[in-house]
């Protein structure tokens, strides 16, 4: 149902388009296309003047109808409007529109994604790893790390040090596991951690028990 009301919205703005085209802007084609649509299906909504003008938006960001049928028509109608309205750009409208189909996004979470740039960033983390690493090794660590990090929520400002950033993670980690309650302890900072005899440094650690 939902990939057909997509398909019927974008034929419906190739037609407001089409119209517009013969007729000039000035003839109130939209106006007369929304009366004739609720008189003729009087049950349905969506035919307000706004939501046409959507419609004619949205058949205007996507006029290869492939491009509908494979990808943006398997999207809520309202995801589609969020695509519309935060991004300008059609490759990376249609980036984030296959990401939402692979992970199944909501449309809050794709507002947050789109509002964090989640995809502008990826691939550009600064690493090591292809210098220290094998191909084959440097490439897996490169994938599990390839968003830089974003500390806006830590509020500790740009020209902040790796000592402030670590402070104000450990605080807002302690703060979680406080609020979870029983079963959860904080252990600490800085706590060293054996390994094969190799001691190292973890910035905190927590552990669950009864």
């Not at 991004?87 to 992970?103: C, E, F, G, N, S």
């Not at 292809?130 to 440097?138: F, G, I, K, R, V």
Request: charged share 25%; net charge neutral; with cysteine.
């Amino acid at each position: 149902m939902n990939r057909e009301l997509v398909l019927l919205y974008w034929q419906i703005g190739r037609d407001i388009l089409e119209r517009q085209a013969r007729q000039g802007w000035g003839a109130k084609v939209i106006e007369r296309l929304a009366h004739d649509l609720r008189t003729a299906f009087p049950d349905m909504k969506g035919f307000s003047r706004a939501n046409l003008m959507y419609m004619r938006a949205f058949a205007e960001a996507w006029p290869d109808a492939e491009i509908v049928q494979q990808a943006v028509g398997q999207l809520p109608w309202g995801h589609n409007l969020v695509l519309l309205t935060r991004l300008k750009d059609p490759p990376t409208r249609l980036a984030y529109a296959k990401r939402v189909i692979q992970h199944g996004w909501s449309r809050n979470v794709l507002n947050i994604h789109i509002e964090t740039r989640l995809l502008e960033r990826e691939g550009q983390a600064v690493t090591n790893f292809e210098a220290q690493l094998p191909a084959p090794q440097s490439d897996l660590a490169r994938d599990t790390l390839k968003d830089p990090y974003l500390f806006d929520f830590l509020g500790v400002g740009n020209e902040a040090d790796e000592r402030a950033i670590e402070s104000a993670i450990v605080e807002h980690i302690t703060r979680f596991l406080l609020e979870l309650g029983a079963g959860f302890a904080y252990v600490g900072r800085q706590v060293h951690v054996e390994v094969a005899a190799t001691i190292f440094s973890s910035t905190c650690s927590s552990t669950t028990g009864s």
